[in-house]
């Protein structure tokens, strides 16, 4: 009985061993020879420190004042006061962005017919007995929109702002509404409209903000076109100069142009620089609220226009073939993720680049292959370029893997179990 218990035992052990025996060499085989590997390691590298800081334009210490690249959100240089402050006659261009945005209009064209009401006319007899700007209108007369936004923004007309306003959105209360949508979706949440003229004390926004409605101003087809005429002849033969016009022999180009008393000089404009060292030409897009007196308002464009050539240079920011992660695989195959072009800019800069960078996680890849993306702010917008292997990041031989069973099976079991 003793004897037959022990064999009995045996069995059993025997039984025991040959099972985890077969699952070992069913796991171990699979496991080394043809399961998934584990990934590589990838080490960023920033090159920020590369990026030498060039200093930015000198901006005003007293009033409001901003400037911003055309296709950045956050301003580029700011002045004075931060806050929101009277805007005067540039709500006028948030009018005709918010019309715009309504009803488009394309560049040339005339676009449908306004049809100016008695109180549209009673408005402009209005703003005349105020000395107020208006460009003559009559009651029962027909203007196209581009006329009317003609006489709107070369002659900083009251009396069209109200009529174009009216015209598009069916009273000034209506249009407010529109306005207080568009400013949300734009993110322009410093900017609060009693009107569509900026006469009102309670028109306010940030210089910052008004710097980025030049931008969108500019950016538009139909208000691009209409700022860049000298002059035009509208409704009835009606010659209407660009008040807007001002230190244009320091490259700017004006869009708005007013003075009130609660908002002093306001001007909105685009200031194309030109490098001091030569290279290509840049433009920003700004604005100054509450200056003084004229003289004052050129000191400062002057100060702005010649700091802004002087600070300006060209900066590589991405280049071709520049590493931005290395890729180590346990086994020892490294390649680099390299840039797949070059990206420079014409730039002001204080403080290093920020670069982002986004790579795949990998076992092996191919000399060319796609594998992520590079990401820098910079002041005049983002930047993204694409990363590419520079090498093969070849796969382990079979020795490799029957020798390392470890990061084998780990990976294995975690293919199958995660």
């Known amino acids: 009985m003793a004897g037959s218990a022990g064999r009995k035992a045996i069995r059993v052990v025997v039984v025991v061993l040959g099972a985890v025996l077969i699952l070992a060499v069913g796991v171990y085989g699979p496991a080394t020879l043809v399961g998934p590997l584990p990934t590589a390691q990838a080490s960023t590298v920033d090159p920020s420190s590369e990026v030498s800081p060039t200093g930015l334009p000198a901006m005003p210490a007293e009033g409001a004042s901003a400037v911003i690249g055309a296709d950045a959100t956050a301003p580029l240089a700011v002045g004075g006061v931060p806050d929101a402050v009277p805007l005067g006659g540039s709500a006028k261009v948030i009018t005709a962005l918010v019309v715009l945005d309504a009803k488009p209009l394309a560049a040339g064209e005339q676009g449908p017919a306004i049809t100016i009401s008695r109180e549209d006319y009673d408005g402009f007899l209005g703003y005349i007995s105020e000395s107020s700007r208006a460009v003559p209108m009559i009651a029962g007369e027909q203007w196209s929109q581009r006329d009317v936004l003609i006489a709107m923004l070369l002659g900083s007309s ?143 464009l002057a100060t702005l226009s010649s700091s802004a050539s002087t600070t300006l240079t060209k900066t590589a920011i991405v280049t071709k073939g520049q590493t931005f992660a290395t890729y180590t695989t346990p086994w020892g195959e490294t390649a680099n993720a390299v840039a797949m072009g070059t990206e420079s800019r014409m730039l002001w800069t204080t403080a290093p680049l920020a670069y982002r960078v986004d790579v795949q996680p990998l076992t092996s890849g191919s000399a060319g292959q796609q594998v992520g993306t590079v990401t820098v702010d910079t002041p005049d917008g983002t930047i993204t370029v694409l990363l590419q292997l520079d090498g093969r990041l070849a796969e382990p031989g079979p020795l490799w893997r029957l020798t390392h069973p470890v990061p084998l099976i780990t990976t294995f079991l975690d293919s199958r179990f995660s």
């Open 158 to 300: 009251n009396a069209h702002s109200d009529a174009l306003a009216r015209w598009a959105f069916g009273s000034i209360d209506g249009y407010l509404a529109a306005a207080r949508t568009w400013l949300a979706e734009k993110e322009l949440s410093s900017v609060q409209l009693i009107d569509a003229t900026g006469l009102d004390e309670g028109d306010v926004g940030s210089a910052s903000d008004l710097a980025r409605i030049s931008a969108l101003a500019f950016a538009d087809p139909a208000i691009s076109e209409v700022m860049a005429l000298p002059d035009a002849t509208v409704s009835g033969k009606r010659l209407v100069g660009n008040l807007a016009v001002h230190a244009s022999d320091l490259g700017f180009r004006g869009l708005s142009l007013s003075y009130t008393d609660q908002a002093g000089l306001c001007f909105l404009f685009a200031l194309d620089v030109t490098p001091a060292d030569g290279g290509d030409k840049v433009t920003l897009y700004g604005a100054f609220l509450r200056e003084p007196d004229w003289d004052t308002l050129d000191a400062d």
